[in-house]
């Protein structure tokens, strides 16, 4: 599965929002109709992830995660227990937790962002803001780029 490219879409009143086709096609191709969102890590976005991929995440962090160390034990308790399991509807919708919503700042206008793995979803009012960091100018990304590469 890979995700890429942004689409602008609109959450309706009961907060549920269009897939992008694209975004539809990949998930119906590979069967996976059930997703897991949670708020990223980093960003005031959500973090939209195909039920397998989450899984194999989650894997990921259980085989180091120490059961005897009260710390690892918090973080894996916020890491699971924030995220939540939501199906894609007939009409290929989303309904998106109202309380996640809240916390990325989302209203309305969103922004989905194709992230190969996994999907980001963005205030469009948060993308828009004079000064974010969430997107590198064309200057910026060339620069980052070039240094990354050859380091």
């Known amino acids: 599965m890979s995700f890429i490219g942004q689409f602008p ?4 009143s009961k907060n549920r929002v269009f ?3 694209g ?13 897991v969102v949670r708020k990223d890590f980093f960003e ?8 397998s991929r989450w899984e194999e995440e ?3 962090v259980r085989a180091r995660l120490n059961r005897f160390d009260g710390n690892q034990q918090m973080v894996y ?3 699971v227990s924030e995220a939540q399991e939501v199906q894609l509807d007939s009409n290929g919708r989303l309904l998106l937790p109202k309380q996640m919503l809240e916390r990325v700042g989302i209203d309305q206008d ?3 962002v194709g992230m190969e793995q996994n999907i980001e979803i963005w205030s469009m009012k948060t993308v828009g803001q004079e000064g974010c960091q969430v997107f590198l100018s064309d200057e910026e990304f060339a620069e980052s780029l070039k240094q ?3 380091e």
């Open 19 to 21: 897939m992008p086709a």
């Open 23 to 35: 975004f539809r096609r990949i998930l119906q191709q590979s069967g996976q109709q059930t997703l």
């Open 58 to 60: 989650i894997a990921r």
């Open 77 to 79: 308790r916020k890491l």
């Open 148 to 150: 990354f590469m050859t």
């Open 9 to 12: 879409a609109r959450l309706d």
């Open 44 to 51: 005031d976005c959500l973090v939209v992830y195909p039920a």
């Open 110 to 112: 969103v922004l989905f």
